[in-house]
């Protein structure tokens, strides 16, 4: 069994395992370049999204994830914020509700408590949704949460169950001895440990290469807004017609046509995955306008603001003039295949990386980790899940779906 050991990177995976190794009774420390959750994690709007997931592994890794989702409710220090309110997608034509029915007869045969749901009652859930809505698929298996907090509580709990955790602190590289781990090398000195873990997202890539691995994982930079606290309230996570585009599960449907779904003016290289969604602060998050630059800032820029600006304004009429308190990007990693890297890929090396919904299957991985660092088997099949499967690279300014 290993004793000591350095996690590389505080997103969700890293946080998690972090708290689930040091509660396992391991010797945990983790470093972090930035700040807990800075790459993705911090970011992300919160779904706990069943509803587009795959039957099979995606959705097996989603439900499992939103268990323990619900288990570390009642067990984190302090808390965070979760919402089991469900989620909806909702169309605006007859032609749109054609396939969204269609999609709704095929999630219920996979398991899903899905229906669809009419106009009327999408307005009630979603009160600024535009007037013209015709119905949604709900998805009551679908939650929210604040994934900021969630971070926080799992550092809480990781520390007090004695991990160490640095922030602003980079690791420069994976320190071996006969072949095996023997720690990481940072801007602050040695740490020295018998397993690491890399959790880097998506800049895992560029780390393993510098050990000789070749890893690919690619990033999708993702913009968004938050406006102030509003007098409304929407319980639900909530999608537009125009995210149907991001999933094979709509584009297989015989049913499904691209020119229904394109209406938006779309320039840049961006391209807009409409979601929306409301905190237990009043707060409204808003995005995504997507694309794939070589480099992430986790900075907004004009084009996207403007993209979501047009989309957002068109999809929630009432919302136009009200103010806008944040606006930012976060870098998601993604793999060829859309699934995650958890696997060790030398002695005492592990990687957990490129989750491209990481807010449940995050979770899982950590586990996983966990039981791959206690040499027990994993808690969950990560057969497909290897590093030496053949992935293909990811070229930037290739657009994904999954
Ligand atoms: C805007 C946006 C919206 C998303 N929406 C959702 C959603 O609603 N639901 C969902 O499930 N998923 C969503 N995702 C994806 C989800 O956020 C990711 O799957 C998940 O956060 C990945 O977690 P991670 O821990 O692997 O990576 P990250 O959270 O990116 O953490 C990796 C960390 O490693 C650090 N790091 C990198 N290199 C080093 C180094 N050399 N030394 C030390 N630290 C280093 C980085 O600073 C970073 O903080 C979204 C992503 C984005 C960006």
Redesign the pocket.
């Known amino acids: 069994m290993k004793r000591d050991v350095v996690i590389?990177?505080?997103?969700?995976?890293?946080?998690a395992t972090a708290y689930f190794a040091a509660q396992a009774g391991l010797n945990v420390t983790l470093?972090?370049?930035?700040?807990?959750?800075?790459?993705?994690?911090?970011?992300?709007?919160?779904?706990?999204?069943l509803h587009c997931r795959s039957a099979g592994f995606d959705l097996d890794i989603s439900r499992a994830g939103r268990a323990i989702c619900g288990r570390l409710l009642d067990e984190l220090p302090g808390g965070f914020e979760f919402r089991p309110a469900g989620g909806l997608m909702y169309f605006t034509t007859p032609g749109e509700g054609a396939v969204f029915e269609e999609f709704v007869a095929s999630r219920r045969r996979d398991g899903l408590d899905m229906e669809l749901i009419d106009g009327g009652e999408v307005r009630r859930l979603v009160p600024p949704v535009r007037e013209d809505v015709l119905g949604a698929s709900y998805c009551s298996e679908d939650a929210q949460i604040v994934?900021a907090s969630l971070i926080a509580a799992l550092a809480r709990g990781a520390r007090a169950e004695g991990a160490t955790i640095h922030e602003g602190?980079?690791?420069?590289r994976l320190l071996t001895s006969s072949g095996a781990a023997a720690g990481v090398e940072?801007e602050i000195g040695r740490i020295s440990a018998d397993a690491v873990v890399v959790?880097?997202?998506?800049?895992t890539t560029g780390?393993m290469a510098a050990e000789g691995l070749n890893i690919p994982i690619g990033g999708?930079?993702?913009?968004?807004v938050k406006t102030p606290p509003q007098p409304f309230r929407i319980e639900p996570l909530v999608y537009g017609p125009l995210a149907t585009r991001q999933y094979a599960l709509f584009r297989d449907l015989p049913s499904w046509d691209p020119s229904l779904f394109r209406y938006e003016r779309e320039g840049n290289g961006l391209t807009l995955l409409p979601l929306l969604v409301q905190q237990a602060s009043g707060e409204v998050v808003m995005?995504?306008a997507t694309d794939y630059p070589d480099e992430i800032d986790p900075v907004a820029t004009l084009g996207g603001l403007s993209l979501l600006a047009n989309g957002m304004g068109r999809e929630y009429p009432s919302l136009a003039n009200v103010p806008i308190t944040a606006a930012w990007?976060?870098?998601?990693?993604f793999t060829s295949d859309q699934k995650p890297v958890i696997d060790e890929v030398g002695p005492g090396v592990f990687v957990?990386?490129?989750?491209?919904?990481?807010?449940?299957?995050?979770l899982v991985t950590a586990e996983v980790l966990t039981d791959l660092l206690l040499r027990r088997p994993p808690s969950f099949e990560i057969e497909e899940c290897r590093a030496d499967r053949p992935l293909e690279a990811i070229e930037a300014g290739v657009a994904t779906h999954w």
């Open positions: 590389v990177g505080g997103g969700i995976v890293g946080c470093v972090e370049r930035e700040t807990l959750g800075y790459g993705a994690s911090s970011r992300n709007p919160g779904f706990l999204w994934t602190v980079a690791v420069e940072t959790t880097t997202g998506a800049w780390f999708e930079r993702l913009q968004l995005g995504c990007a976060g870098a998601l990693p957990g990386a490129g989750h491209a919904f990481g807010n449940t299957a995050g």
